[in-house]
């Protein structure tokens, strides 16, 4: 088994790693991002992918990877994890479906609340124990559903009618323009900028580059989340006016397991 993944501040990385330890003890795992991704699909037939729910769908990039490289799917049992900061209906689902198309078959779905990656508005900012907190409980639900899949009674969280229902109706009708396309509402406040070029090396998308000593934006943002959350001087922001307060799931696990 291996896992595959997409994150932008670490959570859905973080869970499947912690998913695939309590599993096998290890956690063989690549990001969509590395190169040796897809010979590694390739080679597998047991996946487990983990993603960050985005308006209850997929990021662009997300959608891309698995479209791009359609012909990787058939006949590969997908367990799903989608991680989100309040609700999804179906998150899993969402990529469940897709994969279907191309052949996969869906062994389960797990859900899990983390801390939101969304740090420019203030209204979804929880405190440091929250946010703790939901990780202690994001713990015990992988473990739990660990033992599941073991016994063979895998979750099968989002993957149903009625989360399709509440994924569609609850966010997609409303919000699906906003994952329909590559974002370009990336703004870099030239003033704060110092030009240290994290944000540039950070970028999955290499939607940002350094031009006179500043950082700039194209227009091929997946919102991922993790400039914002990672520049120094806060000079980023994406969706929100004013960065609130920046973290990564390294503010939030705990040391011991
Ligand atoms: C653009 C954007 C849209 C999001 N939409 C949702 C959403 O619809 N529902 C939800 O519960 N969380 C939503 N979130 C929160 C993330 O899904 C959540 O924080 C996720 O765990 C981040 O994972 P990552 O650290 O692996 O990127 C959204 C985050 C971003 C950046
Ligand atoms: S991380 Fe921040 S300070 Fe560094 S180049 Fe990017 S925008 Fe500028
Ligand atoms: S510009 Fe920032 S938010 Fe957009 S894809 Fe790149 S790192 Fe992610």
Not at 87 to 108: H, N, W
Not at 224 to 230: G, K
Request: include cysteine.
């Amino acid at each position: 088994m291996i896992g595959i993944y997409f994150s932008g501040t670490g959570n859905s990385r973080w869970a499947l790693e912690f998913f695939l330890q309590e599993y096998e003890g290890r956690s063989r795992m690549y990001s969509i991002e590395d190169e040796d991704a897809l010979k590694e699909i390739e080679k597998q037939k047991e996946i487990v992918f983990s993603y960050p729910v985005q308006y209850s769908n997929l990021p662009k990039m997300v959608r891309d990877f698995i479209v791009c490289h359609k012909n990787l799917w058939k006949g590969k049992h997908i367990f799903i994890i989608a991680t989100m900061g309040m609700f999804s209906g179906d998150g899993t689902g969402v990529m469940g479906r897709l994969l279907e198309k191309y052949g996969a078959k869906i062994t389960g779905g797990l859900h899990l609340r983390m801390p939101d990656s969304i740090c420019d508005e203030k209204a979804l900012k929880k405190s440091l124990e929250e946010n703790k907190k939901l990780v202690a409980d994001a713990e015990k639900k992988i473990k739990n559903a660990v033992k599941n899949v073991k016994s063979g009674n895998p979750p099968k969280e989002g993957l149903g009618f009625w989360s399709h229902l509440a994924g569609l109706l609850g966010q997609r009708l409303w919000f699906s323009r906003m994952t329909a396309g590559y974002s370009d509402k990336v703004k870099i406040d030239g003033q704060k900028c110092i030009g240290c070029g994290k944000c540039v090396k950070l970028c999955p998308m290499n939607n940002l580059e350094l031009q006179d000593g500043n950082a700039v934006a194209k227009n091929q943002c997946t919102m991922c989340y993790r400039c914002v959350n990672h520049c120094p001087v806060q000079a980023i922001t994406l969706l929100g006016k004013n960065v609130v307060k920046q973290g990564t799931i390294e503010d939030y696990i705990k040391g011991d397991r």
